[in-house]
């Protein structure tokens, strides 16, 4: 069995902050969406061009936020990174 060095370890964590980036940055959007549109008496619908905007920016933030410490738990072996 092989470990996962480097490289390995930059990708897999940039994946996984970038699928965490995403799911929170819509679930937040929408419900921040639903709230101001309650609030202000309009009809909570949300264009699909600006749902395909929102997970892209998602998408962008995510791996943005995820990039400093993948690149820190790269340089780590794969025991320490997990800490």
């Known amino acids: 069995m092989t470990t996962a060095r480097g490289r390995e370890t930059h990708r897999r964590r940039?994946?996984?902050?970038?699928r965490s980036g995403r799911a929170a940055g819509l679930v937040l959007g929408s419900l921040a969406t639903l709230a101001y549109a309650l609030a202000r008496g309009w009809p909570?619908?949300?264009p699909a061009w600006a749902?395909?905007?929102?997970?892209?920016?998602?998408l962008l933030l995510g791996g943005l936020a995820g990039?400093?410490?993948a690149v820190?738990?790269?340089?780590l072996p794969p025991t320490d990174a997990l800490r």
């Open 67 to 69: 990039l400093y410490p």
């Open 44 to 46: 909570p619908v949300v």
């Open 72 to 75: 820190r738990a790269a340089r």
């Open 14 to 18: 940039k994946k996984s902050a970038a």
């Open 51 to 58: 749902l395909a905007a929102a997970a892209a920016a998602t």
